[in-house]
């Protein structure tokens, strides 16, 4: 079974900080020595998903315009991992944030962690 599990989430007030991570587990995952393909996505209450930050197929990173300067993805050690490190939270981003991974052509997705900012 792969699985992709989200932590980190919560209630924070506007301009603090979280640090949600993703973790890649299962078989499949295991035949991989890493993930090139690892993305965040949010999605908020009559809204379309929309992705937050990922990794270019090139090594770079990317950012939705709405989160540069205040978000940072980065790996973990073992490349089957991510981070999203969040300051200067505000009202704005509060949404549910979804992790995503692609390999041989499927698509997996975490089940999803609140993000709650109150002014």
């Known amino acids: 079974q792969a699985q992709l599990a989200e932590s980190g989430g919560g209630l924070v007030q506007a301009g603090g900080s979280l640090r949600l991570s993703c973790v890649a587990s299962g078989d499949i995952f295991k035949t991989v020595s890493s993930l090139n393909v690892m993305r965040w996505y949010r999605q908020a209450p009559g809204k379309q998903r929309e992705l937050v930050a990922g990794f270019l197929p090139g090594g770079g990173t990317a950012y939705v315009d709405s989160v540069k300067g205040r978000c940072t993805i980065s790996r973990n050690n073992n490349k089957k991992s991510i981070i999203l490190q969040m300051d200067n939270l505000q009202s704005e981003d509060t949404a549910v944030y979804y992790c995503?991974?692609?390999?041989?052509?499927?698509?997996?997705w975490g089940q999803g962690t609140q993000v709650t900012v109150a002014s």
């Open positions: 995503y991974a692609a390999l041989w052509g499927d698509e997996y």
